[in-house]
């Protein structure tokens, strides 16, 4: 008896001895993973090595590679920039814009990228700024994918959009088949545009354009619009303020608010005054700006006040358009564009609104345009409108 009780005071000893040795195994496990995470966050256990948008960092400027972030992130070498174009080759330079040279760029990987080029000592908030707004992404949005900052050069990459910015199809030297410019392909081109903005608009805090020109809204190769240059002025401005301000001053291919002349703010709706600039571009087929702020800024006024009844639409209307339109869906159109326009900002319409008027009319274009048998309504082209009116 007593020897069966010492058998089983026995066993239960050491399955207690098992339960606590697993225990303390566990625990261990646990505590490792948790002090794992707090320090991997950046692929680093180095404290200096994680970064945030608004706390101080230390980041190497020179000599060891920075690993990418969590976002993907990715740190170019200089030598892999100038592989990539070929040493910045003049026959890969595809335009000049407010960072500086742009320069079309065939990685190693065979991704094709934009990469901007300026002259600028190595400094913490441009890799602080590139950081943030690498983390950006919607599918209305340029990428940008990473950058470099080594010889004095600092560098942006972004994912190259194949077809070029709006302007170059609408007025400038990029040669387009009229069909990719009837007003269907229009009004969806700026709703992408319009969602892009939007987005930045929902982030927290917002995250405000600036600089929303229909310079810097590209179509890939099915002709959906992405916005490009998201952040950039802020990025100068943390950068580059003296060169940034003097930059802006001369800046003659923006329209700028009225309210954000006076009171020298930019907020939500002076983006929103931008897209209907850029929406008075997609219409007229013409740049908006010949020269000088004030000027232009009258103009554009003027115009706002002078076409509200669409009595002279021949007169505004792109004539690549003539057959390609429905009065209605046109008359909403410019009425849209007429509230973007609005001297006073309160009274302009948020980007959340401006999507869901263009994805309406959108969509009352392609029903009225593309439904035809018994039954469909009687429909004003826009050929008619331009006839009826000379």
């Not at 003049?90 to 934009?114: S, T």
């Not at 600092?154 to 190259?160: A, G, I, P, R, T």
């Not at 060169?243 to 930019?266: H, M, N, Y």
């Not at 309160?346 to 980007?351: G, L």
């Amino acid at each position: 008896m007593s020897s069966s009780l010492a058998a089983v005071l026995g066993g239960a000893a050491g399955a207690v001895g098992l339960v606590v040795i697993l225990v303390i195994f566990l625990w261990y496990c646990l505590s490792r993973n948790r002090s794992f995470s707090r320090t991997s966050e950046t692929g680093s256990s180095d404290p200096s090595l994680q970064v945030g948008r608004n706390i101080g960092i230390e980041l190497p400027l020179r000599g060891a590679p920075l690993p990418s972030d969590s976002q993907g992130t990715r740190r170019f070498s200089l030598e892999e920039l100038v592989s990539a174009t070929t040493n910045f080759s003049e026959i890969n330079m595809i335009g000049v814009g407010k960072f500086g040279e742009v320069y079309k760029g065939l990685l190693h990987d065979g991704m094709i990228v934009a990469i901007k080029k300026r002259l600028g000592p190595p400094c913490q908030e441009f890799i602080e700024e590139v950081l943030y707004l690498s983390s950006v992404r919607h599918h209305h949005l340029v990428s940008l994918l990473g950058y470099c900052q080594e010889s004095e050069l600092q560098m942006l990459v972004y994912e190259y959009i194949p077809n070029g910015s709006v302007s170059s199809h609408l007025y400038g030297t990029v040669q387009v088949s009229n069909k990719k410019l009837e007003f269907k392909h229009r009004l969806s081109i700026a709703l992408g545009a319009a969602r892009g903005l939007a987005y930045l608009h929902s982030m927290n805090p917002p995250l405000l354009h600036k600089g929303f020109t229909t310079k810097n809204v590209l179509v890939d190769e099915n002709f959906i619009a992405k916005v490009a240059d998201a952040g950039l002025r802020n990025l100068l401005s943390r950068i580059d303020p003296a060169g940034t301000s003097s930059q802006l001053a001369g800046d003659g291919d923006i329209f700028v608010d009225p309210e954000e002349r006076e009171s020298g703010r930019f907020v939500k709706k002076s983006d929103v005054y931008s897209f209907g600039v850029f929406l008075f571009e997609l219409l007229s087929g013409r740049a908006a700006v010949q020269s000088g702020h004030l000027e232009s800024n009258q103009r554009m006024a003027q115009w706002v006040q002078t076409h509200q009844d669409l009595n002279d639409i021949a007169a505004i209307v792109d004539t690549r358009l003539i057959s390609s339109f429905t009065a209605e869906s046109m008359g909403e159109f410019v009425n849209l564009i007429v509230q973007c326009l609005l001297p006073s900002g309160d009274r302009r319409p948020t980007m959340n609104y401006v999507v869901a008027e263009l994805d309406r009319i959108l969509e009352k274009e392609i029903s009225l345009t593309t439904v035809m048998g018994e039954g469909t309504p009687t429909v004003i082209l826009g050929s008619q409108l331009f006839t009826s009116s000379r």
